[in-house]
C-alpha cells in the first residue's frame, strides 16, 4: 500500500473512530436510565472488550498472546493509567461539574497530543496544525454550551481537576498508542492492555456485580453497544491508524466526536441544536478539512519533486 492510501486509510479509520466514541454519551444516558452507577458503567467498557479480544484471538490468533516482562509493564500502564484513567475521571468530572463542563476539559487532549508529540515525536507545530487545533477546541466548547454560564460550571476543582485528567489519559491513550503500534501487533497491545483495564476496574465492580444488574435484553443490548461499537472498534482503529498518520492530526480529527453525540442528541432526545452549535460544528469540520489539505498538499509536492528528477 502506497503512502497516499495509507494517509486516506489512516484518516478514515479516526473518522469511524470518533463517530462511535461520539455514541457513547447517548449509551451512557441509556445504562443509567436503566440502573447502572457510574463505575459499573465504567467497568462495562473494558469488560466486554476483554471478552471479545480473549475468545477472538484465542481462535484467530493465539501466538499475539506470547510477551514478555517489559511489554507486560507497558501494557498494564497503558490499560490502567490511559484507559481506566479516563473512564474514570471522565465519569467524576461529570458527577462534580456538568456534562458541559466536563466536555470541554475532555477536548483539551489535542493540546496534551501536540505538545507531547513535539518532544516523543518530534511532530512540527505547523501554521495548519496549530490553526486547526484551535478551530477544534473552539467548536468543542460552542458545541458543549461551553457559552452558557448555567451549563458550565467551574465551581468545583475537584471535578475540573477530573476534567483535565480526562484530557490528559486521552492524549496519553494517544502516545502510547503509538509507541506501542511501532513495537507490538495491534492485537497483542489490546488484548494485554484491556486485560489489565478490567482487572484493575473489578476490584471496584466485580463481574458478578455487572451480570446481576444485567437483567433484561434491554440492558444486555446497551452493553455490547457500549462495549464493542464504543470501545472494541474505535480503540482497534485508532491503534491501527496511528501506524499511518501523526497523533496530533489523529487528536484534531477525533474532535468530530462532539458532532455526532450533539447529533444523536437531537434524533433521539429532541435535544435543539442552537446557532452557537451548528458553528462550533462547522468549525470543527473545517479544521478537519484544513488538516486533510495539508496532507495533499504536501503529498503533491513531493510528487512533483519526484517527476522533475524523472
Not at 93 to 102: C, G, L, M, P, Q
Not at 168 to 181: C, E, M, R, Y
Not at 211 to 223: A, C, Q
Not at 260 to 280: D, H, N, R
Request: hydrophobic content about 50%; proline content about 3%; charged content about 15%.
Amino acid at each position: 500500500m502506497n503512502d497516499s492510501k495509507k494517509l486516506k486509510e489512516g484518516y478514515l479509520f479516526v473518522v469511524i473512530c470518533a463517530a462511535c466514541w461520539g455514541m457513547m454519551a447517548i449509551l451512557t444516558r441509556k445504562l443509567s436510565e436503566l440502573g447502572f452507577d457510574d463505575l459499573s458503567i465504567s467497568a462495562l467498557r473494558p469488560t466486554v472488550a476483554v471478552i471479545f479480544y480473549v475468545i477472538y484471538n484465542l481462535i484467530k490468533d493465539p501466538k499475539c498472546f506470547k510477551t514478555d516482562f517489559k511489554s507486560i509493564l507497558f501494557f498494564m500502564f497503558y490499560g490502567i493509567v490511559a484507559l481506566d484513567g479516563m473512564f474514570i475521571s471522565f465519569t467524576y468530572a461529570v458527577k462534580y461539574t456538568s456534562i458541559a463542563t466536563a466536555s470541554v476539559l475532555l477536548f483539551t487532549n489535542p493540546i496534551f497530543v501536540m505538545i507531547m508529540s513535539y518532544f516523543i515525536f518530534k511532530e512540527k507545530f505547523t501554521l495548519q496544525t496549530t490553526l486547526a487545533l484551535i478551530l477544534s477546541i473552539v467548536g468543542c466548547f460552542l458545541i458543549s454550551k461551553g457559552y452558557d454560564p448555567e451549563a458550565l460550571k467551574f465551581d468545583n476543582l475537584f471535578g475540573i481537576g477530573m476534567g483535565v485528567l480526562s484530557g490528559f489519559t486521552v492524549a496519553l491513550q494517544n502516545i502510547l498508542g503509538k509507541l506501542g503500534a511501532k513495537k507490538y501487533s495491534p492485537k497483542t497491545l489490546l488484548v494485554y492492555s484491556f486485560i489489565f483495564a478490567s482487572l484493575f476496574l473489578w476490584l471496584f465492580r466485580s463481574p458478578v456485580s455487572l451480570i446481576e444488574k444485567t437483567n433484561s435484553l434491554t440492558s444486555i443490548f446497551y452493553i455490547i453497544a457500549i462495549g464493542f461499537v464504543a470501545t472494541v472498534i474505535p480503540n482497534g482503529l485508532f491503534i491501527k491508524a496511528l501506524q499511518y498518520i501523526e497523533s496530533g492530526k489523529a487528536s484534531i480529527i477525533c474532535s468530530i466526536e462532539p458532532i455526532i453525540a450533539a447529533i444523536l442528541g437531537y434524533v433521539i432526545y429532541k435535544e435543539t441544536l442552537e446557532m452557537p452549535q451548528i458553528m462550533g460544528i462547522a468549525s470543527i469540520l473545517f479544521a478537519v478539512v484544513l488538516i486533510q489539505f495539508k496532507v495533499k498538499t504536501s503529498t503533491k509536492k513531493k510528487n512533483n519533486h519526484k517527476l522533475s528528477y524523472s
